[in-house]
């Protein structure tokens, strides 16, 4: 069974860091692409970052580039996002995504249940 797991999101000051973890089971995620997505409150689901299978490229949306890292510990099947140097407009529930159909991180098959990351000002 295809599950997708987050963790590590909680509340942070503003200026701190958190690490997102997203663990998966019934597949491996070296061998397809994963997504980070966000949704803050009133607002759609947005990408923050895509990293493509064999973590060969990664992808970042504008407004965290710089800021955010995307990786993959291929021994845990885990897929991490490095937040740094947050602020409120980060505040949001965080999402992963596998891309079981390989469209290239424009579309994907499964997603988690979501963590909350709140950042206070």
């Known amino acids: 069974e295809v599950q997708l797991v987050e963790s590590g999101g909680g509340l942070v000051q503003a200026g701190g860091s958190l690490r997102l973890s997203c663990a998966a089971s019934?597949?491996?995620?070296?061998?397809?692409?994963i997504g980070w997505f966000r949704q803050a409150p009133g607002k759609e689901r947005e990408g923050v970052s895509c990293?493509?299978?064999?973590?060969?490229?990664?992808y970042y949306a504008d407004s965290v580039k710089g800021r955010f890292t995307i990786s993959t510990d291929n021994a845990k099947n885990t897929v991490y996002l490095q937040m740094n140097s947050l602020n409120p407009e980060y505040t949001a529930v965080y999402y992963c995504?596998?891309?079981?159909?390989?469209?290239?991180?424009?579309?994907?098959?499964?997603w988690g249940q979501g963590t909350q990351v709140t950042v206070a000002s």
């Open positions: 995504a596998a891309d079981i159909s390989r469209t290239y991180c424009r579309a994907y098959d499964y």
């Open positions: 019934g597949f491996t995620v070296d061998d397809y692409a």
């Open positions: 990293i493509s299978p064999r973590g060969g490229s990664t």
